[in-house]
């Protein structure tokens, strides 16, 4: 079973800031890694596919990269609407994983 | 409008049994698979089962292997999640959710249900 770890927990940041979130699998899995974010109260929303690819409607500000092990997303300059728990999701095989969450929070 | 709305949930004692629907809207739904997510109270969340499009094949979550049953009826347009020998482990918000790709899954999910809760306690 491959386990996903994200970091930091919680990140405090500013409006307009440069958010990076890191996902790390305990082993190799390609590209087949998606990110979500989810806003308390609501169902999560997918932003990434295969660790680099933005779902429809999602703005450009949010970006995803890595292969293997090590995987990021990258929020360029933070809006409001932004602050939110995101998790990690792999694909590689079965079971399905997620990750346990990172909270960008307002600094 | 694409859309999944859950229902089914509700208390149960521990070892009782609760079938969970999800009616889609919007979309073909036999050309998709389909999965159900579930989320304990202030925690993360958890893969539990996922179905492809012909109702054939499925997988599970070790922790609900044996004791779930995911299955579809294409004409109905509805996902189920049969639980039975529910545990207090097992209380949490239960989403169902679409694949984002057809016909061939691509295991990442873009359309997403509310959510129904599921509480399971004496």
């Known amino acids: 079973e491959i386990v996903l770890t994200q970091s930091p927990a919680t990140l405090s940041l500013s409006p307009g800031e440069r958010a990076t979130l890191s996902c790390r699998a305990s082993?190799?899995?390609?590209?087949?890694l998606a990110w979500y974010q989810q806003k308390p109260g609501q169902a999560p929303r997918l932003l990434i596919y295969?660790?680099?690819n933005r779902a429809t409607g999602i703005p450009a500000r949010f970006s995803g990269s890595g292969s293997g092990t090590d995987f990021t997303l990258t929020i360029s300059s933070l809006e409001p609407e932004d602050f939110a728990v995101y998790y990690c999701?792999?694909?590689?095989?079965?079971?399905?994983?997620f990750g346990g969450g990172t909270k960008v929070e307002i600094k | 409008e694409v859309q999944l709305v859950e229902s089914g949930g509700g208390l149960v004692q521990p070892g009782g049994s609760l079938r969970l629907s999800c009616a889609a809207s919007g979309f073909s739904f036999s050309s998709y698979a389909m999965a159900w997510v579930r989320q304990a109270p202030g925690k993360g969340l958890e893969w539990v089962s996922s179905i492809l499009i012909s109702g054939d094949s499925t997988n599970y979550a070790d922790s609900v292997k044996g004791r779930f049953t995911i299955s579809r009826d294409n004409s109905k347009n509805t996902l189920y999640l049969q639980m039975n020998s529910l545990r207090a482990e097992d209380t949490a918000i239960y989403y169902c959710s679409k694949d984002r790709m057809a016909p061939s899954p691509g295991y990442a999910f873009d359309i997403w249900g509310q959510g129904t809760m599921v509480t399971v306690s004496s």
């Open positions: 295969d660790a680099s």
């Open positions: 999701q792999h694909r590689n095989n079965w079971p399905l994983s």
């Open positions: 082993q190799s899995i390609s590209t087949y």
